[in-house]
C-alpha cells in the first residue's frame, strides 16, 4: 500500500518568532493541532521561515558594514535553522530527530513529521517547501503567514486594496515580480513561485495565527485564505 504524501506546511518565521520573544502560546497551539492530527494518520513536513529574527540580524549587521547577497542570505538562513531547531524540540516525540536543510535529497523518515529549514543563498524557504513538495509528491504547500489573504497591493499601506480568494499563478506572478531579495516580506516569493507554477503545485496563503482556520483547511473545508494554482 502506498503511503500517502506527507501535509507540507511552510510557517512564517515571525509566527514563531515576533519581533520580541518567542510567541509560545502559538508554539502549542501548533503543536496541539499538529500532534493530533498525526493520530489520525497524516504525516507533515514543517517548513520555517527567518522572519523577524533574520531580518533584525540583516539590519544589525547592515548598520556595521555593507553586506553581500550571500552574506544577507546566510544570516537569514542560520535564522531559518534556529527556528528550525525549536520546532524539532517541541515536536520531539513525534519528529524526525534531523534537521531537512538540502531540500535536493530525499531522505527516508518513519516518524509523523519532518522539519525543514533554509538551504543555501539564492533560495527562501518557500522555496525550500516547493521542493519538497515536489520531491515527496504532494500537490500542496501551505503558507501560513501574517496576512489572511493575497492582496494586489500592499493592504498596510493601501485602503483600496484588493484580495484575492483565488488567483492564477500568471497574475500572482505578475503581483510578487520574479526577484528574489533576502529578507523580503512577499506573500510567497517569486522563485518559488516560478517551481509552484511549473510543477503544478498550488499553494494556499492563510493567516498562521488563526489555527482554527488552519484546521478547516486541513479537513478540507471552508477557509479564510486565498489559493494559487
Not at 514563531?16 to 489520525?40: M, N, Q, S, W, Y
Not at 548598520?63 to 531547531?85: E, K, Q, Y
Not at 515536489?134 to 493592504?155: A, C, F, M, Q, W
Amino acid at each position: 500500500m502506498r503511503t500517502p504524501a506527507p501535509i507540507v506546511i511552510s510557517i512564517g518565521g515571525s509566527l514563531v518568532a515576533p519581533a520580541v520573544g518567542i510567541d509560545v502560546v502559538f508554539l502549542k497551539t501548533l503543536r496541539t493541532l499538529i500532534v493530533r492530527e498525526t493520530k489520525k494518520g497524516k504525516r507533515f513536513m514543517l517548513i520555517v521561515g527567518g522572519g523577524s529574527t533574520a531580518r533584525q540580524y540583516m539590519k544589525a549587521a547592515q548598520s556595521v558594514v555593507g553586506l553581500t547577497p550571500d552574506d544577507m542570505d546566510w544570516l537569514g538562513i542560520h535564522a531559518t535553522r534556529i527556528n528550525g531547531h525549536l520546532l524539532r524540540a517541541v515536536f520531539r516525540d513525534v519528529a524526525h530527530p534531523v534537521i531537512v536543510k538540502d531540500p535536493s535529497r530525499k531522505i527516508s523518515w518513519r516518524e509523523p513529521v519532518l522539519v525543514a529549514a533554509g538551504w543555501k543563498p539564492g533560495w527562501s524557504t518557500d522555496y525550500v517547501a516547493t521542493r519538497l513538495a515536489h520531491l515527496y509528491g504532494s500537490d500542496t504547500v501551505i503558507n501560513l503567514t501574517n496576512i489572511e489573504r493575497v492582496y494586489d497591493k500592499d493592504p498596510a499601506k493601501y485602503a483600496d486594496a484588493k484580495p484575492f480568494d483565488r488567483i492564477s499563478w500568471k497574475d500572482f506572478r505578475k503581483i510578487v515580480g520574479e526577484v528574489w531579495n533576502p529578507g523580503a516580506n512577499a506573500p510567497f516569493d517569486p522563485i518559488a513561485s516560478k517551481l509552484a507554477d511549473r510543477s503544478g503545485i498550488r499553494v494556499i496563503i492563510a493567516k498562521g495565527s488563526d489555527l482554527k482556520n488552519v484546521k478547516k483547511i486541513l479537513d478540507d473545508k471552508t477557509f479564510v485564505g486565498t489559493v494559487i494554482d
